[in-house]
Nanobody
Framework: QVQLVESGGGLVQAGGSLRLSCAAS????????MAWFRQAPGKEREFVAV????????DYADSVKSRFNISRDNAKDALYLQMNNLRPEDTAVYYC???????????????WGQGTQVTVSS
């Protein structure tokens, strides 16, 4: 099993920045990729960004490309999401996910964190 714990959410004004963190523990050797998803009230969970654990390949949703940056620290088993130029529509609960495959669909990830709330005021 892999355990994931997110942190770093909060309230920020539009145009501001936040940095989310995700700490992984347990059988982290099983992880090939880690991703961020988000879910706004009344909406489905959506893909934000993903990074492969070895090759450092990244992929972003079009809505966050050029504003968000995903990175990881293998030595610390940590995942990060630097979010810049935040918009009210970025308001959501942000989830960290991990698995031994790479994908954009929530169903492709077995391991999930509990989520952290990000609220962007206009």
């Amino acid at each position: 099993q892999v355990q994931l714990v997110e942190s770093g959410g909060g309230l920020v004004q539009a145009g501001g920045s936040l940095r989310l963190s995700c700490a992984a523990s347990g059988r982290t050797f099983r992880i090939d990729s880690m991703a961020w998803f988000r879910q706004a009230p009344g909406k489905e969970r959506e893909f934000v960004a993903v990074i492969t654990w070895i090759g450092r390949s990244t992929d972003y949703a079009d809505s966050v490309k050029s504003r968000f940056n995903i990175s990881r620290d293998n030595a610390k088993d940590a995942l990060y999401l630097q979010m810049n130029n935040l918009r009210p529509e970025d308001t959501a609960v942000y989830y960290c996910a991990a698995d031994d495959r790479v994908g954009r669909r929530p169903s492709e990830y077995r391991y999930w964190g509990q989520g952290t709330q990000v609220t962007v005021s206009s």
